[in-house]
T-cell receptor, first 112, second 116 residues
């Protein structure tokens, strides 16, 4: 069965600094990987996904993620964090034809 | 992109009553919809998969008689929490799969249920 792990419950960065939110996955076959962001009392907003192609995926709001097959990772990155990026971030994986499974979430706090 | 709506966005009810939550795909037809539950500061837990015109498939540990799911059309799925109790208080999120968009899932804004 597929699964994802987000090893950090909390990530704190200063505004303007680069940020990384980590995600590792376990899946049989080719993974479909996703990142979502959730603001308080809101649903999930899609940021980006990897299905195939370039390992570096660019998404919404300046976020990007790098698919690393050898390390089974899909870390979310942004070169310069904004205070408004503070939210809960979820990594998710979907096997071909299967349902989506989410990581535990990482709370990102960007301090001014 | 595809839009999924949920109604209501929040609901407060008394213990013992039933509450219905609607999930609609607004601009696409979804043969499959999903219902998730999220407790504070926790991840989304898949409750059930809803297929249009057939019975829902529930995840292990989810009571199908308590969480009734109906997917009567290609754009509407409903979740009814029957005889709600305070421990059912949670954030419920639905998503819909768009077969025309590589089966990508689009998520609704969520419904906050509070059972007094």
């Amino acid at each position: 069965a597929q699964s994802v792990a987000q090893p950090e419950d909390q990530v704190n960065v200063a505004e303007g600094n680069p940020l990384t939110v980590k995600c590792t996955y376990s899946v049989s076959g080719n993974p479909y990987l996703f990142w979502y962001v959730q603001y308080p009392n809101r649903g999930l907003q899609f940021l980006l996904k990897y299905i195939t192609g370039d390992n570096l995926v660019k998404g919404s709001y300046g976020f990007e993620a790098e698919f690393n097959k050898s390390q089974t990772s899909f870390h979310l990155k942004k070169p310069s964090a904004l205070v408004s990026d503070s939210a809960l971030y979820f990594c998710a994986v979907r096997d071909t034809g299967n349902d989506m499974r989410f990581g535990a979430g990482t709370r990102l706090t960007v301090k001014p | 992109g595809a839009v999924v709506s949920q109604h209501p966005s929040w609901v407060i009810c008394k213990s013992g009553t039933s509450v219905k939550i609607e999930c609609r795909s607004l601009d696409f037809q979804a043969t499959t919809m999903f219902w998730y539950r999220q407790f504070p500061k926790q991840s989304l837990m898949l409750m059930a998969t809803s297929n249009e015109g057939s019975k829902a498939t529930y995840e292990q540990g989810v009571e199908k008689d308590k969480f009734l799911i109906n997917h009567a059309s290609l754009t509407l799925s409903t979740l009814t929490v029957t005889s709600a109790h305070p421990e059912d208080s949670s954030f419920y999120i639905c998503s819909a799969r768009d077969p025309q968009a590589y089966n990508e899932q689009f998520f609704g804004p969520g419904t906050r249920l509070t059972v007094l």
